[in-house]
């Protein structure tokens, strides 16, 4: 019987069908440069956020859609990200819950 799997491998089975268009965008970039905290980055487990070179770059490709950004981007940042799920049948497909 093989062990339990840690949280890393059971990601790791996950596969994805990215979309062409990003579901994850910003209304106003301008506003991200004003958030102090940025929480977005601190909460997403896939790092799909990155502060780079004054702006924020959104990996959406990698997204688990969980929706910890969208709560934390409306309740402790500036409201900047718009959040959608990728359209039917794209996106992560999870293999291991
Ligand atoms: S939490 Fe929202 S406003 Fe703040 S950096 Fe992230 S997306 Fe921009």
């Known amino acids: ?4 799997l ?10 994805f069908d990215t979309d062409t268009s990003p ?19 601190a909460v997403c487990p ?11 770059r959104i990996s959406y490709e990698s997204c688990l859609e969980t929706g910890a950004c969208r709560i934390a981007c409306q ?9 959608a799920f990728p359209p039917a049948g794209k996106g992560v497909q999870y293999r291991l819950g």
């Open 23 to 41: 579901h994850l965008t910003l209304s106003d970039p301008a506003l991200c440069r004003t958030c102090p905290d940025k929480p977005c980055i």
């Open 46 to 56: 896939a790092e799909v956020y990155h502060w780079e070179s004054d702006r924020l």
């Open 75 to 83: 309740s402790l940042g500036r409201g900047a990200l718009v959040w």
């Open 6 to 15: 840690s949280t890393s491998e059971r990601l790791g089975a996950d596969a």
């Open 1 to 4: 019987m093989a062990g339990r």
